[in-house]
């Protein structure tokens, strides 16, 4: 359930107060980047997923709907954020193993390389 004390924070989020938003970015951040570490391994990418929740969030500021508990809100973004990002890395790692077997198949040699080539022969 959500509080009074959330409904005064989204509503000073949604007019765009930068204190409200600094405030609860100080207060969750490091809770967050915890919780994101559940799903990731390194911290880094556990800080960058957090930050791009709390990035989106401002941007989104002013058709945030939120029907729970602002904390509620923020830990299942971040897991959502931290799903989809492992998500992403692993469609990028198949895409970079087919491109890199591909490529290695394919290895076309300039006509320049090839000269020079020729010559230190």
């Not at 204190?19 to 556990?46: G, M």
């Amino acid at each position: 359930m959500i509080t009074e004390s959330d409904k005064v924070k989204l509503l000073a989020l949604k007019q765009g107060d930068e204190k409200v938003f600094e405030s609860v970015f100080r207060e969750f951040y490091n809770p967050l980047c915890i919780h994101a570490r559940r799903y990731l391994i390194e911290p880094e990418a556990a800080e960058e997923v957090v930050q791009d929740m709390f990035f989106k969030m401002w941007e989104r500021r002013d058709s945030l709907v939120i029907n729970t508990s602002l904390a509620a809100y923020l830990f299942k973004s971040v897991t959502n954020h931290a799903l989809n990002y492992i998500k992403y890395q692993s469609h990028t790692r198949k895409y970079q193993e087919y491109i890199g077997f591909r490529t290695d198949e394919h290895v076309s040699i300039s006509a320049h390389d090839a000269l020079v080539h020729a010559d230190l022969e």
